[in-house]
């Protein structure tokens, strides 16, 4: 790594207090990391065998110098520093605004240091985060209870009997001085800057006049201004950029000198490029591409769907880039286990990186994959990775085999006892339980003798799974004695594994060395084709990459995620709440019609401190903030609703609430996410949702279209939304498929995704192929749906339908439109007794273990 930057690091908190001793010395330093460390895989590996995700434990490290001094040298990426500088990290701060020589500096630090003038410095430190991150830690050291919101109060010395220090150390009043001269700003009224100052000089200070100082100086900066807007949010993000183009075209320079032989890759069919427009990553190449799932297996019947299996290299320049782009992407239809799945495509594709390691991990599915003898569409890479194929046949892979038969069995034992008890649908259902585990079997048995997979079964085996899958047994007795036989050859084969394991016929994990040097050396074969396919292109490497670019080239997503989950930090601060679960609400980013002005609309669930709940005044139900667009970002949205209002809401079925609770996109998710959706699958009345979401899709024709002449175009998806929800789940309650309280696995809600939800309605037979195009046109043309423009004849004959049918079908089913429908009061009283105890549970758990709102 090429160091940028280095500085001691005189924050008063430093290092942690293992490094907080007389003989340490704390250094920050800023490290720039070659290329090929950073798409090195070795570590992924490493990690994926120890079943863990552990960060970098290396960005400490510590040199014991001859005098016996110990520097503890801390260190951040240039990318993550930039993160931290922005969130007001007190030492990221002060290592940029300070005006002493540094330890070290490069060309990349000077060029950084130009973004930043005056104001900019000052926008750091008068800033909330900056503030908050100094004055939150001398809370914290005098164990203060520190309330905040409407109820903030200043604890006095007899109010914090129980936290108070009889006796403060001088290390401890100097640390807690320090502090507080940091946490001083220039909007602090004079009176407290001078008894700061005044109490800074003394050599013993009483607890008292340290408690005030703290509570009044945290209380400033909880109310600071975000002082993000006046930073060069940009130009920081251009910088990073520049280190990472200067870094790669070091890499590609030494990729082009390398003698190599060019790769082969494969040409993605015409209509995929169609079909993935939105979803395949700007630049990728194919490398492998192939019918999976019973087709793959030559299992598959006339009701099978088609299943894609794809791979692909993305471009080494985005995965080195500041922001990397995404290394999956996938389509699969929501449709109950064993459906008929006619006609349909599902697909999924991963990043030749990722896929190496669900390959290290065992992974049965993507292992097949490689000894498949069907290559439709394959390059000289798949051929390369191929030839290794046998180093991924691990005890590990075969544990991973044995596993997935455990599954499925244990699914079957589920369809057994509903086949008992009368449930016809159940036999379909095991059926595939059972043709799954058996086409396991026969290939975990070959592994365990030293053979490869055939993945395409042959002969009698063939012909045992078919019978499985098309004449599956009809009675109670039948299915347990398929599920019975599975079972005995189930634990044959875990003996047989433990004779493997204790006999090492098999390797126990992968060679990690080979397979991370042959990753490197077909990325460093992929940059240098590109550029010998583009003779033009400069790769010199320049002293210093220009910083007049003042927008990113890269995908700022993942940016808005990381200030959302910071807004959301400090709205539990500011607000004295704990967040359960934060997520979209229904909005244009869920739905799949985010056009380029789409704000973020993030809804929370949340509890109040626990003395908000034994108060007299009645706790805060909900709130809501508004935050301006800040440089490439939207306008932030974020509302929230506390955790018994948003009970009573999901007890009775509310949309919007079961929306956010289910959202494709989660900021904050805790333990109880799970059981509140559990709760809901067990409890949820689906007539009161149905009957929602019709008076929803209703009023919104009626209001923002029928009565304009030109509406909002977006005004459509919001009516055809519900409408399109309500006929899904009426087609799956005539189906015996729907929302049911039955089976807590069972699929309660839509997709989110628009034209996933028209896909499903379509694939019912309740929508024509022409309205299916027009919904379909409505999504893609994204730029007209903030445009008021002439209604649309076909969208709006396709509202009215679904209005007139789905009120036909309503009432068929007992509820009428203009009134609420009957409940069973038995099930009714049981379903409110059990959100009342999953409420004062959840109420009772968040507010014990998140004790530091009341400090």
């Known amino acids: ?50 079943d863990d995700n552990l960060k970098d434990q290396t960005r400490c490290f510590e040199i014991q110098l001859a005098n016996g001094v110990s520097v503890f040298v801390h260190w951040h990426d240039v990318v993550d520093f930039a993160s931290l500088l922005l969130k007001g990290s007190p030492s990221c701060v002060e290592a940029l605004c300070c005006m002493e020589e540094p330890l070290y500096a490069g060309w990349e630090w000077s060029d950084l240091q130009k973004v930043f003038d005056r104001s900019s410095h000052n926008a750091l430190f008068n800033g909330r985060r900056y503030r908050s991150a100094c004055a939150g830690p001398i809370i914290s050291l005098l164990g203060i209870k520190f309330g905040t919101g409407k109820k903030q109060k200043n604890k006095s010395h007899e109010d914090t ?69 006046a930073l060069p949010v940009k130009a920081i993000d251009a910088w990073c950029d520049g280190v990472r183009d200067f870094d790669f075209q070091r890499f590609a320079g030494e990729c082009e000198r390398m003698p190599h032989t060019s790769m082969v890759m494969a040409d993605l069919p015409s209509d995929w490029s169609e079909r993935l427009r939105t979803q395949w990553p700007e630049g990728a190449q194919l490398v492998f591409m192939v019918r999976s799932g019973s087709f793959l297996y030559n299992l598959h019947t006339a009701a099978s769907d088609c299943d894609y299996s794809l791979i692909y290299l993305s471009p080494v320049a985005d995965i080195a880039g500041r922001v990397p782009p995404p290394t999956q992407f996938q389509f699969h239809l929501n449709a109950e286990f064993g459906s008929d799945k006619t006609g349909i495509i599902e697909y999924s594709g991963r990043e030749l990186g990722d896929f190496l390691i669900d390959l290290a991990k065992g992974n049965a599915r993507n292992v097949e994959l490689l000894f498949t003898k069907r290559l439709d569409y394959t390059s000289s890479v798949w051929k390369e990775l191929r030839d290794r194929r046998r ?16 599954d499925r069995i244990v699914k079957g034992e589920v369809e057994v006892n509903a086949i008992d008890a009368g449930d016809e649908t159940a036999i379909k259902r095991l059926s595939k339980c059972m043709y799954h585990a058996y086409h396991k079997i026969f290939e975990l048995r070959r592994i365990l003798l030293g053979c490869e997979p055939l993945v395409t079964l042959e002969g009698d085996e063939h012909e045992f799974v078919m019978n499985l899958r098309l004449r599956p047994p009809q009675g109670g007795d039948g299915a347990r004695a398929i599920l ?24 126990a994990e992968v060679e990690i060395g080979e397979l991370a040097r ?68 229904p909005c244009s980013r869920t739905l799949g019609t985010a056009h380029q002005v789409s704000d973020h609309d993030v809804h929370v669930i949340f509890v109040l401190r626990r003395s908000e709940y034994f108060g007299m005044h009645e706790p805060m139900q909900k709130f809501s903030r508004s935050y301006p667009p800040t440089g490439d970002m939207a306008q932030v949205d974020i509302s929230g609703w506390e955790a018994r209002h948003a009970c009573r809401l999901l007890s009775h079925g509310n949309p919007s609430v079961l929306h956010v609770l289910h959202s494709p996109v989660e900021f904050k998710t805790t333990r109880w996410t799970q059981l509140l959706r559990e709760t809901v699958n067990l409890t949820l009345n689906p007539q009161l949702l149905a009957l929602a979401w019709w008076k929803h899709g209703r009023q919104n024709f009626i209001e923002y279209v029928q009565r304009k002449e030109e509406p909002v175009r977006k005004k459509y998806v919001h009516c055809l939304r519900p409408l399109l929800s309500l006929q899904w789940l009426l087609t799956r309650n005539e189906q015996g498929t729907g929302c049911t309280n039955t ?91 059990q959100w009342n105890q999953v409420c004062a549970d959840m109420v009772e758990d968040m507010t014990k273990t998140g004790q530091e709102l009341d400090k």
């Open 1 to 50: 790594p090429r160091l940028v930057f280095a500085n001691f690091d005189n924050f008063p908190l430093a290092g942690g207090e293992k490094c907080q001793t007389e003989s340490s010395i704390i250094v920050l330093a800023v490290r720039a990391e070659p290329v090929d460390h950073r798409l090195d895989v070795s570590k992924k590996l490493r990690n994926a065998m120890c």
């Open 161 to 229: 009997t129980g936290n108070e220090m009889k006796c403060l150390t001088q290390e401890m009043q100097d640390v807690v001085m320090a502090l507080a001269q940091r946490a001083c700003a220039e909007d602090v009224e004079h009176s407290l800057k001078t008894r700061v100052q005044e109490l800074a000089t003394k050599s013993a200070v009483s607890f008292p006049d340290l408690s005030d100082v703290a509570v009044r100086l945290m209380q400033l900066s909880i109310k600071a201004p975000d002082t993000i807007d």
């Open 391 to 406: 180093i991924f046949l691990t005890l590990r892979c075969a544990g991973q085999y044995l596993g997935f038969i455990k």
């Open 484 to 507: 019975e036989q599975a079972k005995s050859d189930y634990s044959c084969l875990g003996q047989q594994l433990d004779v493997a394991r204790l006999a090492s016929k098999l390797p």
């Open 518 to 585: 042959w990753m490197r050396s077909v990325r460093s074969r992929q940059t240098a084709d590109v550029l010998s396919s583009k003779p033009g292109l400069e790769t010199a490497i320049t002293k210093s990459p220009m910083l007049a670019r003042t927008t990113s080239t890269r995908s700022s997503g993942l940016d808005d995620a990381e200030r959302i989950t910071a807004l959301l930090e400090d709205l539990e601060i500011s607000e004295g709440i704990k967040i359960v679960h934060a997520g979209y609400a």
């Open 743 to 833: 089976n807590k696995d069972r699929k309660v809600l839509p997709p989110c995704g628009l034209l996933d939800l028209a896909q499903e309605v379509h694939h019912d037979g309740q929508i024509s192929n022409s309205e299916f195009s027009a919904v379909e046109t409505l999504v893609s043309q994204k730029e007209k749906l903030p445009v008021a423009l002439p209604r649309d004849q076909t969208l709006d004959e396709l509202v009215k339908r679904l209005m007139s049918n789905t009120k036909k079908q309503l009432e068929e089913w007992g509820v009428p439109t203009n009134s609420r429908p009957s409940t069973n009061a038995a099930e009714a009283e049981a379903g409110s007794s």
